[in-house]
């Protein structure tokens, strides 16, 4: 009997056991929200959205409690909202798309197809005004498969490694895969490659910036590489471990503009009558605080990246910046500029060139 009894407990227990664990939180349908698709002014991160559909974004993994918001189609500069919830504190992130029509359809949507994944940064201290874009050709019948065994986050940039970034691939992964618009997708009569660009990116806490590597060849071209996608051809893979077996230089791709602020006005820094933006989104150096920015230069016509590039059109101030005189700047060299003055009337110091940033660890 009391064998009997002891036999009933344990399978009594099982079925505890199994009704507390037996049901996982992934296997459960999600609770859905409204999606939010108001833009935003003071936002956590701006998007635009290229593509014909509408888009539900999250921060990090696909779970209702990621939430952060709805972006129309076909939209600029779309502003999501800044919850403090999930945008409390200064980093990067991954920001996950979504279609609102997988939303929608799955009943799970920890198990959604995700559309875009963009490496993101938001910071608690300044207007998070840089945009991200999703890009139309994402969402095809193609696939490009990126294997990254390497230790660095890759920035995948489509045509030029100024544009915009249209994905990424974490680091020490197996495989990102990446839906791409075919040749029949894009309606394309001339069959049209893709030509990707591998950037290397990574946010120094130090100096909060966020520093991009751009890997140049010994011809001083970029490391890039081609792939057509077709209905007969929908699938192309790429080990960025190959990066390793070919002799790369990492720079930067430009110079960086340091500007120290003895005033008691805030300034910016113009490119022309553009405010220029840090690597982090920030635009306003206030008094007593000096700000990093980083002037991209503009290659040759062949690709290749110049050693130097003269410019003449950078300004400092508010609302009428003062020029600063025209200048060669040296790839991957550190400027500094120190701003002076009282009332409204500046003054800028002489540009000092400091040492040259190295990425030899690269």
């Not at 003071?42 to 539900?56: I, L, W, Y």
């Not at 076909?74 to 991954?94: C, E, S, V, W, Y």
């Not at 359809?105 to 940064?121: C, D, E, G, L, T």
């Not at 890997?215 to 790429?238: G, K």
Request: aromatic share 12%.
């Amino acid at each position: 009997m009391i064998k009997v009894m002891r036999f009933f407990m344990l399978i009594l227990t099982v079925g505890l056991m199994y009704g507390l664990t037996g049901c996982t939180e992934d296997d459960n349908d999600t609770v859905k929200s409204e999606i939010d698709y108001t833009n935003y002014t003071d936002s956590s991160v701006r998007v635009t959205n290229d593509t014909d559909q509408k888009m539900v974004a999250f921060k990090g993994e696909v779970n209702e409690s990621n939430l952060i918001g709805g972006i129309p189609p076909f939209t600029l500069n779309h502003g999501l909202k800044r919850d403090p919830a999930l945008f409390n504190f200064t980093g990067d992130f991954i920001l996950t798309i979504i279609t609102e029509a997988e939303y929608n359809a799955q009943k799970n949507i920890s198990r959604a197809v995700v559309f875009a994944r963009i490496y993101a940064f938001y910071s608690n201290n300044a207007v998070n005004n840089y945009v991200y874009i999703i890009d139309s050709r994402l969402g095809g019948k193609g696939q490009l498969i990126v294997k990254n065994p390497t230790p660095f986050t890759v920035m995948l940039h489509i045509g030029d490694p100024r544009h915009v970034a249209f994905g990424y691939a974490p680091p020490q992964t197996a495989e990102v895969i990446f839906n791409l618009k075919t040749v029949e997708d894009l309606n394309l009569r001339t069959p049209e490659e893709y030509c990707i660009f591998p950037l290397v990116k990574f946010y120094n806490p130090a100096s909060g910036e966020l520093i991009t590597i751009i890997p140049l060849r010994e011809n001083n071209i970029p490391v890039h590489f081609s792939f057509l996608l077709s209905d007969d051809n929908p699938e192309y893979t790429f080990d960025l471990r190959e990066l390793g077996d070919i002799d790369v230089r990492p720079v930067s791709g430009g110079a960086f503009i340091r500007v120290i602020n003895n005033t008691e006005t805030g300034v910016h820094l113009w490119e022309g009558t553009q405010i220029m933006l840090t690597s982090t989104g920030k635009s306003m150096i206030n008094p007593g605080n000096s700000t990093t920015f980083f002037y991209h230069f503009t290659a040759y016509p062949d690709g290749k990246y110049p050693e130097s590039q003269y410019f003449g059109n950078f300004r400092i101030g508010a609302l009428d910046p003062v020029p600063v005189r025209e200048y060669i700047y040296d790839l991957d060299y550190l400027y500094e500029i120190e701003v002076t003055g009282s009332n409204g009337v500046l003054q800028l110091g002489t540009i000092d060139k400091k040492d040259k940033v190295k990425f030899e660890r690269f």
